[in-house]
């Protein structure tokens, strides 16, 4: 696998695009069709004022852009600094850098909008070359893919943090010398067992992990949302919006559902670029 990407990263992302449009398209939304019923399923609950015709154009259009993801991130792998910084603009850098240095931390809510995978690029984008990006990831039962992926995600900076390991990782930069940034995705599913916090969700009872916002309060971070928008094909802008300066003024759980507002929002914007294939709604709200 990480021959193939070094093999592929090496070809210029117009025929990248075209191997997209002509080969990995058409496999994957008519001859593997997958996980096709499940994103109608999700599109349809999610959007039910839309038309039939426009719920299948939001269909169609996900997986143009699900198959661009796949091709952009093996692309990511060779592409400069310059270039990247071209196609990922963060409009706003010195709010996040500003609450970094306030905070000494950061949790920088996102979600699997537009290209979640080349926003790691933020750690070569600071001002403030203090300032240290970590990403957190979920380790690959596949020890192939977790290689790939780590492969990836490195060579855009900053450092992986599996999951499990973050509250450790935490209490070792709670006495760092630098200040640091740590994204965050929060749109999986939570397991039955820690899904604590519910609210409507696209039109859906849908539970959010609440472990950024538990750690936000413990260490007293600030917090953001990365708002990210494709304007065309491969370009993407991301816009920091500061959810809180000060976690533990905060009710309860009001950090996690500001996020909940924030990424739906993200997503009624360019409602083809969210991952629809992730099974979201699997889990049902208990009866109280």
């Known amino acids: 696998m990480l021959f193939i990407i070094r093999i592929f990263s090496l070809l210029p992302l117009s025929l990248l ?36 015709d426009e719920r299948n154009a939001i269909v169609d259009a996900f997986y143009h852009h699900f198959t661009d993801i796949l091709v952009e991130i093996i692309y990511g792998y060779r592409a400069s600094d310059e270039e990247m910084r071209q196609r990922v603009v963060f409009e706003n850098m010195e709010v996040l850098e500003d609450l970094a240095r306030k905070k000494h931390g950061v949790i920088a809510y996102l979600g699997h909008v537009g290209n979640w995978e080349w926003i790691a690029d933020v750690g070569k984008q600071f001002a403030d070359k203090s300032i240290v990006e970590y990403n957190v990831y979920r380790k690959q039962k596949n020890a192939n893919a977790d290689k790939a992926m780590l492969l990836l995600r490195s060579k855009r900076g900053g450092e992986c943090v599996e999951k499990n390991q973050l509250l450790r990782k935490l209490v070792q930069l709670r006495h760092a010398d630098h200040p640091f940034v740590i994204g965050l995705i929060a ?32 260490f007293n971070l600030g917090v953001v949302y ?55 709604w699997k889990w049902s709200k208990p009866i109280q």
């Open 17 to 52: 695009y075209g191997i997209a449009d002509y080969i990995i398209y058409p496999l994957v939304r008519y001859v593997v069709r997958y996980r096709l019923k499940l994103v109608r399923k999700n599109v349809r609950l999610s959007f039910p004022e839309k038309s039939e």
């Open 187 to 218: 749109d999986q599913k939570p397991s039955p067992r820690n899904a604590h916090t519910w609210t409507t969700f696209l039109n859906q009872d849908t539970a959010f992990l609440d472990g950024g916002e538990v750690l936000s309060r413990k």
């Open 226 to 280: 990365a708002n990210i928008i494709s304007p065309q094909r491969g370009y993407y802008r991301i816009h920091f919006e500061v959810i809180t300066d000060n976690p533990n003024s905060l009710p309860e759980n009001e950090i996690t559902l500001s996020y909940a507002r924030l990424i739906e929002a993200n997503i009624r914007q360019q409602p083809a670029r969210w991952l629809w294939t992730h099974n979201r």
